[in-house]
């Protein structure tokens, strides 16, 4: 039974101006402004209550009467709410509003709402707090819930309130993916009062319709069991526009655990799909049957997904490290990043009397200069450009032999070369000033390279050859990337071992061994545990990792990259390290601004170019 309607006193905050008395004393403040939210917005985020059964959820079922006008001018005339939990009332809240404004006719006509009726009534900025404080901790339910919500929010910004931001749930909505056209023609709230048949109707008054509004909920929950929906999250889902895919395959996000992880998206035949991570399983999975997910891809990998296996992980740096080396491993198809890191290329110096640039894929212990990794040939190529503008490095492929003399090209009678193809230079010279030069600038110091291509790029705009000028600017920015890049990942790979640990948000240890840039262990230590006894733990069981020849000799750069980002947060405790962890004192590193300004202009470039 409906408990007794609380009445709202009439005492409280004055009423506040109209705009012709704040024009008239010129004190009135700027409104802050207000959009008309939509549906989507409203159900956006997640709460504790998602979690609940719907028999537990406490709903407040509101209803409004206005004055027909948009949400920002106010003109609400009446507000009727009732709270309910179980299929009981708990309460319920009705009154009329002063909305100090003319009532239109029409809605007279269709309401019942007089002038006369509403000048002795409160004005919303004594009803509100009421109404804010009944529906505290409950959900929001309305038919077409974005039109009620919006005079609600407007009110409160208005009024200088803070919109509580409830969940919202939409009995129009929900009525759309329930009932089929055949049953009910539409889904206005008359048409499906009678469709069940509930024993209050709607008359457009404020509490008759939130009544009529409870009765269709309760039946539209009844529906809801047959589509395996029972909970709040579930049925604010279910009322979103998902596709038919995603609701056939919400079994697929049963079962999982909310723990760090990686999930895996399996074929039939048990191919992998999909990898990905995230730091609770369960409710990352449960996002692609939702209608947030909306690439055409992910679409795809549903319709031919049949299980999700997770693997359990330590913490969020082992999930994305294990999620990297899975994608690597299998080349998932509907993975875009991280797939065939033996595709990266890298520039290296050859073994031979006049050494030249070369690009390869794979490094040999007797490489002992190179750069990279690239993510293309392309890129490298870019990069050996900006070394040959800076370093005099021969540019043909041939193998020159120290003996026997070969023909000079082209640029040898330029004078770009130093040609060492006719030995107008000894190995010896040519070691002194074009190997050197360049082991100096990958391993050290580049500021051989950036001299040179600095003054070349100041040359070239002095004598207005912009585009020039801009493509010079990209084999700087080709080489610094990537040099800053290897000499960053070479300080973490040289160490044998490296243990950290990172306090977690609960009072526990998030703990990692890292062996020559590999990811060796990681655990965490459960709040109250001593971490050392863990840690040593790991260290005894931690994956076996020999040292090897270049920059990455183990792990692939994005692997070694997230360790780094992990190990460089301020929070995190360096505890044990086998060797100095450095970077080179003149390297790359002190020219990040002239990077970023030349990362900058290039990307300013490219969006002046596409206009």
Same mark, same amino acid.
């Given at each position: 039974?409906?408990?007794?309607?609380?009445?709202?006193?009439?005492?409280?905050?004055?009423?506040?101006?109209?705009?012709?008395?704040?024009?008239?004393?010129?004190?009135?403040?700027?409104?802050?402004?207000?959009?008309?939210?939509?549906?989507?917005?409203?159900?956006?985020?997640?709460?504790?209550?998602?979690?609940?059964?719907?028999?537990?959820?406490?709903?407040?079922?509101?209803?409004?009467?206005?004055?027909?006008?948009?949400?920002?001018?106010?003109?609400?005339?009446?507000?009727?709410?009732?709270?309910?939990?179980?299929?009981?009332?708990?309460?319920?809240?009705?009154?009329?509003?002063?909305?100090?404004?003319?009532?239109?006719?029409?809605?007279?006509?269709?309401?019942?709402?007089?002038?006369?009726?509403?000048?002795?009534?409160?004005?919303?900025?004594?009803?509100?707090?009421?109404?804010?404080?009944?529906?505290?901790?409950?959900?929001?339910?309305?038919?077409?819930?974005?039109?009620?919500?919006?005079?609600?929010?407007?009110?409160?910004?208005?009024?200088?309130?803070?919109?509580?931001?409830?969940?919202?749930?939409?009995?129009?909505?929900?009525?759309?993916?329930?009932?089929?056209?055949?049953?009910?023609?539409?889904?206005?709230?008359?048409?499906?009062?009678?469709?069940?048949?509930?024993?209050?109707?709607?008359?457009?008054?404020?509490?008759?319709?939130?009544?009529?509004?409870?009765?269709?909920?309760?039946?539209?929950?009844?529906?809801?069991?047959?589509?395996?929906?029972?909970?709040?999250?579930?049925?604010?889902?279910?009322?979103?526009?998902?596709?038919?895919?995603?609701?056939?395959?919400?079994?697929?996000?049963?079962?999982?655990?909310?723990?760090?992880?990686?999930?895996?998206?399996?074929?039939?035949?048990?191919?992998?799909?999909?990898?990905?991570?995230?730091?609770?399983?369960?409710?990352?999975?449960?996002?692609?049957?939702?209608?947030?997910?909306?690439?055409?891809?992910?679409?795809?990998?549903?319709?031919?997904?049949?299980?999700?296996?997770?693997?359990?992980?330590?913490?969020?740096?082992?999930?994305?490290?294990?999620?990297?080396?899975?994608?690597?491993?299998?080349?998932?198809?509907?993975?875009?990043?991280?797939?065939?890191?033996?595709?990266?290329?890298?520039?290296?110096?050859?073994?031979?009397?006049?050494?030249?640039?070369?690009?390869?894929?794979? *490094?040999?212990?007797?490489?002992?200069?190179?750069?990279?990794?690239?993510?293309?040939?392309?890129?490298?190529? *870019?990069?050996?450009?900006?070394?040959?503008?800076?370093?005099?490095?021969?540019?043909?492929?041939?193998? *020159?032999?120290?003996?026997?003399?070969?023909?000079?090209?082209?640029?040898?009678?330029?004078?770009?070369?130093?040609?060492?193809?006719?030995?107008?230079?000894?190995?010896?010279?040519?070691?002194?000033?074009?190997?050197?030069?360049?082991?100096?600038?990958?391993?050290?110091?580049?500021?051989?390279?950036?001299?040179?291509?600095?003054?070349?790029?100041?040359?070239?705009?002095?004598?207005?050859?912009?585009?020039?000028?801009?493509?010079?600017?990209?084999?700087?920015?080709?080489?610094?990337?990537?040099?800053?890049?290897?000499?960053?990942?070479?300080?973490?790979?040289?160490?044998?071992?490296?243990?950290?640990?990172?306090?977690?948000?609960?009072?526990?240890?998030?703990?990692?061994?890292?062996?020559?840039?590999?990811?060796?262990?990681?655990?965490?230590?459960?709040?109250?545990?001593?971490?050392?006894?863990?840690?040593?733990?790991?260290?005894?069981?931690?994956?076996?990792?020999?040292?090897?020849?270049?920059?990455?000799?183990?792990?692939?750069?994005?692997?070694?990259?997230?360790?780094?980002?992990?190990?460089?947060?301020?929070?995190?405790?360096?505890?044990?390290?086998?060797?100095?962890?450095?970077?080179?004192?003149?390297?790359?590193?002190?020219?990040?601004?002239?990077?970023?300004?030349?990362?900058?202009?290039?990307?300013?470039?490219?969006?002046?170019?596409?206009?």
């Amino acid at each position: 039974m409906a408990q007794p309607q609380p009445t709202v006193p009439r005492s409280g905050p004055p009423r506040p101006r109209t705009g012709a008395e704040a024009a008239r004393t010129g004190a009135e403040t700027t409104r802050p402004g207000y959009v008309q939210g939509t549906l989507d917005g409203l159900l956006s985020g997640t709460g504790a209550a998602d979690e609940l059964p719907l028999f537990q959820t406490t709903f407040v079922v509101v209803d409004l009467e206005t004055t027909g006008g948009a949400p920002d001018g106010g003109g609400i005339t009446e507000i009727g709410a009732v709270k309910v939990r179980g299929g009981t009332e708990l309460g319920t809240l009705a009154t009329l509003v002063n909305p100090d404004q003319p009532i239109p006719p029409f809605i007279t006509v269709l309401t019942g709402i007089t002038q006369a009726m509403l000048l002795p009534a409160p004005r919303i900025a004594e009803v509100l707090p009421s109404f804010l404080e009944f529906i505290r901790g409950a959900v929001l339910v309305a038919h077409n819930a974005p039109y009620d919500v919006g005079f609600l929010k407007a009110a409160c910004a208005q009024l200088g309130h803070t919109w509580p931001n409830p969940r919202v749930l939409d009995t129009a909505a929900l009525a759309r993916r329930v009932l089929t056209r055949d049953e009910v023609p539409n889904r206005k709230l008359g048409t499906l009062a009678a469709y069940f048949r509930t024993p209050r109707q709607p008359s457009h008054r404020a509490l008759d319709d939130a009544l009529a509004t409870v009765d269709v909920l309760h039946g539209l929950i009844a529906r809801l069991g047959g589509h395996g929906v029972h909970t709040l999250g579930d049925t604010i889902e279910f009322a979103r526009a998902v596709t038919p895919t995603q609701r056939r395959k919400r079994y697929l996000a049963e079962g999982l655990p909310k723990v760090p992880g990686v999930y895996i998206f399996r074929a039939a035949d048990d191919r992998p799909l999909y990898v990905g991570t995230s730091g609770d399983i369960a409710t990352r999975v449960r996002s692609y049957f939702t209608a947030a997910e909306k690439r055409a891809r992910m679409s795809e990998m549903l319709a031919a997904a049949e299980r999700v296996e997770a693997v359990e992980c330590a913490h969020a740096l082992e999930a994305e490290v294990r999620e990297l080396r899975l994608i690597a491993a299998h080349a998932p198809p509907y993975n875009r990043r991280s797939k065939f890191p033996e595709r990266k290329v890298w520039l290296k110096l050859t073994t031979e009397a006049y050494p030249r640039l070369s690009v390869v894929r794979q *490094l040999a212990p007797d490489d002992d200069a190179y750069l990279g990794p690239f993510t293309s040939r392309r890129g490298a190529e *870019l990069a050996a450009a900006g070394i040959h503008d800076a370093v005099p490095l021969r540019q043909c492929t041939h193998k *020159l032999s120290a003996r026997t003399t070969t023909p000079a090209c082209a640029l040898a009678e330029l004078g770009r070369c130093a040609a060492p193809c006719e030995h107008r230079i000894t190995p010896q010279e040519y070691e002194r000033s074009a190997t050197i030069p360049l082991r100096i600038a990958t391993r050290e110091d580049p500021q051989v390279v950036v001299d040179a291509l600095l003054a070349r790029i100041e040359a070239l705009a002095a004598e207005h050859r912009y585009e020039e000028a801009a493509t010079v600017r990209g084999r700087l920015v080709a080489v610094l990337r990537t040099t800053l890049r290897m000499q960053r990942l070479t300080g973490l790979t040289r160490i044998g071992e490296l243990s950290a640990a990172r306090r977690t948000d609960t009072g526990g240890w998030e703990l990692v061994v890292v062996r020559y840039g590999r990811l060796a262990g990681a655990a965490t230590a459960a709040p109250g545990v001593h971490p050392r006894p863990v840690l040593d733990l790991v260290r005894a069981t931690a994956e076996t990792v020999l040292p090897g020849h270049g920059p990455i000799p183990n792990a692939s750069a994005e692997e070694t990259e997230r360790i780094l980002a992990w190990l460089e947060r301020p929070e995190t405790r360096l505890v044990e390290v086998s060797a100095g962890w450095a970077s080179p004192v003149r390297g790359a590193a002190r020219f990040r601004d002239l990077l970023a300004k030349a990362e900058s202009a290039s990307s300013a470039q490219l969006s002046t170019e596409r206009l």
